[in-house]
């Protein structure tokens, strides 16, 4: 699968290379259900750069999911700072949070969140259309972010006549719409067979390597992890490992190793 290059998900220079993309001083989380109150994140101190790749991982409640909501500005940290950029996303209210959420960050879940009765080429350009691009681009973009996930030939299939693997492969499509630099992903293969995940990770290590979109990618899986070039681990709201991975997978090294399971017309 070749990348048109520059195309979509080329990135924005930040306004000064030394400044780090993501930077977390001191942040915690409390969530505050009245009686009870969970600190989910106590103290997490973090550097990501632009152009890295990383996996989180960690036991079940340990604050991943916490750390990406704060990551991708849909939740704010109870203490501390987070700095996105260099721009303090505390200071930023609902409007200018919901325009960098747009601009800068995709979003890829475990279960997809695809609308059902919708194509895959709609569901794609559906952030674009949130961003107020105008109808011809739209479609050009959703077009290009289909060809980059391999599924060109798919755009007017449902959700329902897709593959597990091609509807997360619509999903990425979706994230790349406005060209974010960050693509946040949470258990991104949680659902898919590990033929089908490595050929999303292969997707993600293109995505990194060629146009430098920086991956923040949650699992459970340490198989998966070794796909990312360094793994932080989470423990009971706070980071107990950082580190380097050192043979790092490659996914289109790993592919042709594995047996094709699916989806061959
Ligand atoms: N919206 C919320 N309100 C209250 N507590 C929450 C909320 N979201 C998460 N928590 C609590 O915060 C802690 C961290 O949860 P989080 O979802 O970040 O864990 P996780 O590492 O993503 O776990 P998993 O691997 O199961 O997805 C848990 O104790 C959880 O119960
Ligand atoms: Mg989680």
Redo the contacts with the bound molecule.
């Keep these: 699968m070749a990348l048109p290059s520059p195309a979509i998900g080329m990135t924005q220079t930040p306004a000064d290379a030394h400044t780090p993309l993501i930077a977390f001083t001191g942040v915690h989380k409390i ?1 505050d ?1 009245g009686e009870v109150k ?1 600190h ?1 994140l106590r103290g997490i101190d973090i550097t990501i750069r632009q152009g890295e790749f990383v996996a989180i991982m ?1 036991a ?7 750390f990406m909501n704060l990551l991708g500005c849909l939740d704010r940290p109870s203490r501390g700072t987070y700095l996105l950029e260099g721009v303090d996303v505390a200071g930023l209210n609902k409007a200018e949070l919901a325009r960098i959420r747009n601009r800068k960050l995709g979003f890829v879940f475990q279960g997809f969140n695809l609308l059902s009765r919708t194509t895959a080429l709609e569901n794609v350009e559906l952030p674009a259309l949130y961003a107020h691009v105008r109808p011809a681009e739209r479609l050009e973009r959703a077009r290009a972010a289909l060809r980059i996930v391999g599924l060109a030939d798919r755009e007017h299939h449902y959700p329902s006549q897709l593959s597990g693997g091609q509807q997360q492969r619509v999903a990425i499509a979706r994230a790349l719409m406005n060209q974010p630099a960050i693509l946040l992903a949470d258990e991104p293969t949680g659902n898919l067979d590990s033929r089908t995940s490595v050929e999303i990770l292969d997707i993600f290590q293109r995505l990194n390597d060629e146009q430098g979109i920086t991956l923040i990618l949650v699992t ?1 899986e340490p198989d998966i992890a070794r796909f990312a070039k360094r793994i932080i681990t ?1 423990q009971d709201g706070r980071i107990r490992r950082d580190e380097l991975v050192p043979e790092r997978h490659i996914a289109a090294e790993v592919l042709p190793t594995l047996a094709q399971v699916e989806d061959e017309d």
Excluded: E, I, Q, R
């Design positions: 969530y259900l969970v989910a960690g079940s409640g340990g604050g991943k999911s916490t459970h989470f």
